[in-house]
Every structure is written in C-alpha cells, then in structure tokens.
C-alpha cells in the first residue's frame, strides 16, 4: 500500500466508525489487533469501541491530522461530545467537552493491527465545572 491508499483506507475505518458499522469492523481490524501494548482480538477492540459510544451517545471521530508512512499512521483526532456520566473517571454527566487524542496505528494486511492512543484528560479536566461551595 502506498501513502495515499493507506490514508484512504485509514479515512475509510473512520467512516465505519462514525457509523458504528461494527459488522464492518473486521474489514479494518486485524483480528489479532493490539491496543495499547496489550492484545485485545477484534471482539475486544469492538467491545472497547461500543462502550465509548454508550458512554458518548454523541461521539464522532474527526481527522485533524493525518500522516501516512506505511505501514504507519499517525493522526490526530478531534472530539467535541457530550458524554452521558463519566469520561475517564471525571463527571461529566452530559456537559459538552472538547478533546483530542493522538493516535498511532501499525497495519498489517490492510487492516488496523496495532494502535497506541494518547487521550488529552487534561483538556477535560480543565473543562469540569467547579463543584459548587456550601458556604454562604
């Protein structure tokens, strides 16, 4: 796969996500995929996947950056979201919140087969509401 092909195959698992094709998944997903360091099988990366957005009814996956190298993908994704209670054991409970996550995949095959993912918690955690005084 050259660059080009590779980004558009990388666009194309974010359009499957984006619309939580899930039967689809396996068409981007090796099913020995890794996340993180730890092997998590296609199951896993679905099941992870459906998770987030049951906690993120809203959630969509927004390319900021895209950098193919194959076999490599760096991108940098934009999230602005309205998660339903916690986000990454902070309270959201339904407050609107922007974030990004930088995110590097190895593809094997044409499919997504290694992922490190870098969530900014901190720019949620800036955006938390203070907890209110009881003085007064």
């Known amino acids: 796969m050259n660059k080009q092909e590779l980004s558009d195959r990388y666009r194309g698992y974010i359009d499957c996500l984006n619309r939580q094709d899930w039967p689809a998944l396996g068409e981007f997903v090796d099913q020995d995929v890794h996340y993180n360091g730890q092997r998590i099988g296609l199951s896993g990366y679905r099941t992870m996947l459906e998770n987030d957005f049951r906690a ?21 994704l934009c999230f602005d979201c309205t998660p339903a ?19 590097f995949y190895m593809f094997r095959q044409g499919r997504v087969y290694n992922v490190y993912s870098v969530i900014d918690k901190a720019a949620i955690a800036s955006q938390r509401v203070p ?3 009881n003085d007064g």
């Open 56 to 76: 993120i009814p809203d959630l969509r996956f927004n390319i900021d950056l895209l950098i193919s190298d194959p076999p490599h993908v760096a991108a940098r």
């Open 85 to 103: 209670g916690e986000l990454f054991g902070l309270p959201i409970n339904g407050r609107r919140v922007q974030f990004t996550e930088n995110v």
């Open 131 to 133: 907890a209110e005084s």
